[in-house]
């Protein structure tokens, strides 16, 4: 567990009983924005959530049981994303003027985002470069250093380590798939078309799923984040695979309280983890001294 100055948590490192080749990542669980900063904000508390991905959290709680270690970010993303790539700094939010011109920087999204989810406005004005680059190195560095630690860790011990990367998507986008591809999905796997996981190790992530009852879609509309993008790396035996989960599947989108899908959701993602790392260690790899 990591903390702040004013005690604002960071993040939290969760152990596993035991080591299994799979790690879990979930980094927009986080509500905690610092003290010292909320006078910079002009959003309302519900546009600051806006951007959680609300209760994922507690849908991954019995990794551990499993033998999945897992880090979850408590900052909320509206202080920092730790899942952009840190370069992605809205020229619009920074005083100088100086970023990246990215899609999503563009749609106010960046490393420190500039909007919220539901297109309002977060700050009362363009911050400081400085006080953009003290929230990456204070914390989206971090996550990153902890979960270079858990990959390179668990590939020494097996050989490969598989990251899932945990997410939900608001009930808009699943009708929005369906619209398109005929099939609301329930899940959709990001795998970056084929590039951040071998199509074996996406493919047992998606039957797993499937052996629920779970509509899955592949890459569409999500195909992985900076996370994936970062630790897809199979020729150096790491995996990485994008989770989003229809958010009407266990909350009501309003009020973000849970509604009785909540403990269904729970035992599936159980069940999957499951049945991972079953398929893992049924297939464990030499060990490698890539670096």
């Avoid at 990456?136 to 097996?158: G, K, N």
């Avoid at 398109?180 to 996406?202: C, F, K, N, T, Y």
């Avoid at 999957?272 to 670096?291: C, D, M, Q, T, Y």
Wanted: charge should be neutral; proline fraction near 5%.
């Amino acid at each position: 567990m990591k903390a702040t100055g004013d005690q604002t948590m960071i993040l939290e490192w969760f152990a596993a009983c035991r080591s299994t080749p799979l790690i879990y990542a979930v980094a927009h669980a986080g509500r905690g924005f610092p003290q010292a900063h909320r006078a910079q904000l002009q959003a309302n508390i519900a546009t600051l959530r806006s951007l959680e991905d609300p209760l994922v959290d507690q849908l991954t709680d019995g990794a551990g049981a499993l033998g999945i270690a897992r880090l979850v970010n408590r900052t909320a993303r509206a202080f920092v994303d730790v899942n952009r790539d840190p370069a992605d700094i809205d020229p619009r939010l920074v005083e100088d003027g100086r970023g990246r011109e990215t899609p999503r920087t563009r749609a106010g999204l960046g490393v420190v985002p500039r909007l919220g989810g539901d297109g309002k406005t977060l700050y009362r004005g363009r911050l400081d470069r400085t006080e953009i680059e003290g929230r990456i190195h204070e914390v989206h560095r971090l996550y990153h250093a902890e979960l270079t630690a858990m990959m390179h860790e668990t590939r020494t011990q097996w050989g490969r380590a598989v990251l899932i990367d945990w997410h939900s998507m608001p009930s808009l986008a699943a009708q929005a798939e369906q619209r398109r591809g005929g099939m609301r999905p329930d899940i959709v796997l990001g795998d970056r078309h084929g590039q951040s996981a071998s199509s074996e190790i996406a493919g047992a992530v998606r039957a797993a799923f499937e052996a629920r009852g779970r509509r899955v879609v592949m890459n569409r509309p999500f195909a992985g984040g900076y996370t994936t993008q970062l630790w897809g790396q199979p020729n150096q035996s790491f995996h990485a695979v994008q989770v989003e989960i229809d958010r009407s599947l266990y909350l009501n989108e309003e009020t973000l309280e849970p509604v009785p899908g909540l403990e269904r959701l729970q035992a599936d993602i159980q069940a999957v983890g499951e049945a991972l790392i079953a398929w893992l260690e049924s297939k464990k790899a030499a060990p490698e001294s890539a670096a």
